[in-house]
């Protein structure tokens, strides 16, 4: 949906910081590991042993073929790499001697599943690259408690197969995201006010660990279940999830757009609409840019009469109401996140968007940059129980982000810099506004690379390193990038 050719940034902004300069090259560690290690010869001898220890219902595929390429494809550029294979494993047990010869030969890998990570290496490699893609299998219980759903499938895929059943899941807000790498981060949901996150919604995960043991984590594994609920790939890799349903009917929605001085009033009137609590079906998200975006959700055919009639009122630029399908609805949304937000905070934000909007301008005319904010209802993190993320339940923390893509690689360091710079900024004139964002963890699905762990995990990290240590001795997961504990 977003231009290909766009090298893409993202960073989570509610969270604490304390030192905003300085950042841990630890999580990268993986990442240049696999650029430095390259011995193709290496990679190619593993990809052929792995050919030889799978079944037929999996694959390899090698450059110039057509699988490769979709294999390797990612939503954005700058988490994209060229590997020496893919692989296509079809089973759990392929994936399991998939990852035995990893293992035995220590080679860089990676494992895809939506490919909507923006972060450079955490699903891409120059090494063996498993794309998770034949996992596609989405099945509905018996009782209609709960959904299966394959690692390879994506919210869109999940929504085709339940809305017109009358059934959904709490899944993306956007099309395309996989079900993999979103719930295995947590997941944030137009229905999280209603059922917390997607992480929440889990009933069972299937696991691959790292030395090949087939594993069903379930609650009654206090570590696992702790740990998979938040720690992404470090603990194995997940075939299958299970999560619980809910029952789907129309919704409704409203995208509203203002410009210029109507944007301040919009904003004024955003700020004053977020005095909760509101109806738990009501959710909503913001894109600041020049102009002000709003997008109202609500899951039911209709809002409550006066939940949205100011907002609804005010003089807009756009206003496209939406009554439909849950399917349609994902389709004509686009974008994310969230903070908490005053009058001040909305003042930095515009002052942000004006200062590097004209700087980052001159670096490059296809430059696309804008901030999405997401509040959500006080209680929405009391629906789930401690899990890896988010570190502590009983601070409410809004995520939000701060999108920077372009085109051209000469820009990369000075637009990363500013995704950095600007986020610090805002962060502070949070903590200027009254705001403690000590304990406020970094949503770890928005973070950009090089955020200390300790910001998204918190207390935490040190039970993630002990399970870890305990799962995977050998450190195999090592050799695949992203947040590594
Ligand atoms: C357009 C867009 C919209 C988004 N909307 C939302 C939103 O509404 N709410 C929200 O919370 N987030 C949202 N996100 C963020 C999204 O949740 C993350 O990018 C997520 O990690 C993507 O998952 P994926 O499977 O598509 O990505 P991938 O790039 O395939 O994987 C992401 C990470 O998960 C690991 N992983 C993937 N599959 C497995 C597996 N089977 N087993 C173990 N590890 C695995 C990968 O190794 C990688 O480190 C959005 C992102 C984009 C680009
Ligand atoms: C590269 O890998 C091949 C095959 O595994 C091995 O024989 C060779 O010694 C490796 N070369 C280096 C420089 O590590
Ligand atoms: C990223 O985009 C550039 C320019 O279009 C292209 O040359 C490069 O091959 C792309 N990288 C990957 C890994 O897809
Ligand atoms: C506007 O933002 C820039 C960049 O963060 C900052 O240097 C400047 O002090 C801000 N101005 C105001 C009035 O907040
Ligand atoms: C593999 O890991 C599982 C889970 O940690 C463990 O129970 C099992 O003993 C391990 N097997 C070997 C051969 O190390």
Redo the contacts with the bound molecule.
Sequence with gaps: MLGVALLWCVLGLAKALQDHSGFSQENFAAYTLSLSLANTTHFEATCEKIARSISSASQVFYPDSQEFDLDISHWANSSSQIPVCSVEPGTPDDVASILQQIARARVPFAVKSGGHATNPGFSSTSGVHISMTRFNHIAISKDSRTVEVGAGVTWTDVYAYLVPKGLNVVGGRVNGVGVAGFTLGGGYSWKSNQYGLTADTVTEFHLVSPNGTEIVVTEEDEDLWFALRGGFNNYGIVTKFILKLYPQTNVWGASLSFEGELADAAEAAFVKFLSWPHDHKAAQMEVKQVSFGLSLFYDGPEPPMGLYDELLSLTSTTTTIFQGTFTDFIVCTNGIPMLRFTEPIMK?YA??TK?WGDRLSQYDDNMLFFYVLEPFEPDFLAHGEPSAYPPDRSLTVFPSLIYVGWTSASSDVYMEDAAR??AA?LVEAAIQDGQDLKNAATYVNYAMFGTPLERMYGEHLERLRGIRKKYDPEDVMGLAGGWKF
């Design positions: 930095a002052n942000e200062f710079h600007s900024s």
